[in-house]
């Protein structure tokens, strides 16, 4: 059973921009909290930004105004635009529910470095 697949990472240099998406397969998309987490090299995966069904979306603070999440319901994907991204956005993303209750993706792979 494959319930997300993230995509979008690449390599960019710092300060460059990159838009991850994510295909969430499951029936009650529309109903979910949806967020986008990361896991660096040698780290724990951690949350970067939570949207609700609603719309409202939380930011961790290393994301500083950075980053934006988006959903579409009628497509079931997940958004993170990212700019002016840093050396410490390294890491590999994965999208899930705020519940992690999805089975993980592969995730994508972002590397920034110059």
């Known amino acids: 059973q494959v319930d997300v697949v993230e995509s979008g990472g690449g390599f960019a240099q710092p300060g460059a921009s990159l838009s991850l998406s994510c295909k969430v397969s499951v029936t009650d998309f529309d109903l979910k909290r949806l967020a986008w987490y990361r896991q660096a090299p040698g780290s724990q995966r951690e949350l970067v930004a939570t949207i609700a069904t609603g719309g409202q979306t939380t930011y961790a603070a290393f994301v500083e105004d950075r980053f934006d999440i988006f959903r579409n319901n009628i497509k079931k994907t997940l958004t993170l635009r990212m700019r002016n991204l840093r050396p410490g956005d390294t890491g590999v993303y994965y999208c899930?529910?705020?519940?992690?209750?999805?089975?993980w993706g592969q995730g994508t792979q972002v590397t920034v470095s110059s």
């Open positions: 899930n529910t705020v519940f992690a209750d999805l089975s």
